[in-house]
């Protein structure tokens, strides 16, 4: 069955067309370049990975209770709609919302692989092509990965969030070299992450766990590479320039706090999208989910050296404002042992059952006639 019989609702159009704007530059320079950057290649290089071998994909997943959410996250829950579901409808309300977010994860790594391209096409400095090429490589692996996931597992995907697909297209639209590096490696790429983390931190099932780990290991890396190149570049910038590129942060961070509704999902169970709306805005969960999904933004934002007036105010008014003193290298740390600590338990598992396994042969073999 093809992706688009597995769609809740048709996507508004098959193939998304954005017209290509800036230029392709050449470097001619092919020795010197950052340290940092040069290493972060280096380990961009080390740590490929394959999913369809580093994944568990034999581990059964429940369509009706992928991620061992609790109701209490729901948004539907304890309203006059609740009352009235059954046990099923609840099961398939559980899986529409998952299908809602992975697929707009799904959505959001093409949208990175094709700016991850874009930046080895247009950005100056060749450490930098080197390293944007490793990311859409990285990028590749994580569409193919949910997508994977959504087609095997889940068996239903949603079509791109309007929001999420508007601020794509404002990213890719720009003919500034360093638009996509600050509109998807620190806006969407930093929003991703902090998603992909609540999730991986609070789900009870191991494989949508594990995708979670791994990915967000490659992602740490993602966000930093953004963070070195702009930091070092919007030194350079005059307070003009800084004050466009805050203005595209302050609008990018709303687009991106309203799409976080899930509205659709409440759509496709009856609920009016007014309605939907005021139960999202009442939902105490959604709320602290939101302000949750800040705390990759804010601190790298600050961090890379934008920080005016005006995108201080617009934190405040989030409520996102005194998330600039998080320590991000503290959690992409994590992020990385994470991962690596997921990899030594299941490792350490698997060797214990082939143990188990030789001992009972050897056992069955002395017990031979």
Same mark, same amino acid.
């Given at each position: 069955m093809s992706t688009q019989d597995r769609y809740t609702n048709a996507p508004s159009e098959p193939t998304w067309q954005v017209p290509a704007t800036g230029s392709a530059r050449f470097s001619w320079e092919y020795e010197d370049g950052r340290e940092r950057l040069l290493a972060l290649y280096q380990k961009g290089k080390d740590k490929q990975w394959d999913g369809a071998k580093r994944i568990d994909w034999d581990l059964e997943v429940d369509p009706y209770d992928p991620l061992g959410t609790p109701d209490e996250a729901l948004t539907l829950y304890g309203t006059r709609h609740w009352a009235k579901m059954t046990e099923r409808d609840k099961g398939e309300l559980r899986k529409h919302y998952t299908s809602w977010q992975f697929s707009q994860f799904l959505?959001?790594?093409?949208?990175?692989?094709?700016?991850?391209?874009?930046?080895?096409?247009?950005?100056?400095d060749l450490d930098a092509k080197f390293y944007s090429a490793t990311q859409t490589m990285d990028e590749a692996r994580h569409a193919e990965i949910y997508g994977r996931f959504l087609h095997e597992k889940i068996g239903m995907l949603y079509p791109i969030n309007d929001n999420l697909q508007s601020l794509l297209g404002d990213t890719l639209r720009d003919s500034r070299w360093d638009m996509p590096y600050l509109g998807m490696q620190v806006l969407i790429e930093g929003l991703a992450l902090a998603a992909f983390g609540m999730i991986r931190d609070t789900t009870t099932k191991p494989l949508p766990k594990q995708i979670l780990a791994y990915i967000m290991q490659d992602e740490a890396r993602h966000v930093a590479f953004g963070r070195m190149a702009l930091r070092d570049y919007y030194q350079q910038l005059s307070d003009a320039e800084l004050r466009e590129r805050e203005e595209f942060v302050i609008e990018g961070c709303y687009l991106m706090r309203d799409r976080l509704r899930g509205v659709e999902v409440l759509e496709n169970f009856g609920v009016s999208k007014k309605e939907a709306e005021e139960y999202s805005e009442q939902s105490e969960f959604l709320h602290l989910f939101r302000k949750l999904l800040f705390s990759r933004i804010v601190p790298c934002v600050k961090d890379i050296g934008l920080w005016g007036e005006r995108l201080?105010? +617009?934190?405040?008014?989030?409520?996102?404002?005194?998330?600039?003193?998080?320590?991000?290298?503290?959690?992409?740390?994590?992020?990385?042992?994470? +991962?690596?600590q997921l990899d030594r338990e299941r490792f350490a598992a698997e060797e214990q059952e082939r143990v188990a396994e030789v001992a009972q042969a050897v056992a069955e073999g002395a017990d031979a006639p």
């Open positions: 959505h959001g790594e093409q949208g990175a692989m094709v700016c991850a391209a874009r930046i080895v096409e247009s950005v100056p201080q105010k +617009a934190y405040l008014d989030m409520g996102v404002f005194e998330m600039g003193d998080a320590s991000l290298d503290l959690l992409m740390s994590q992020d990385e042992e994470i +991962a690596e």
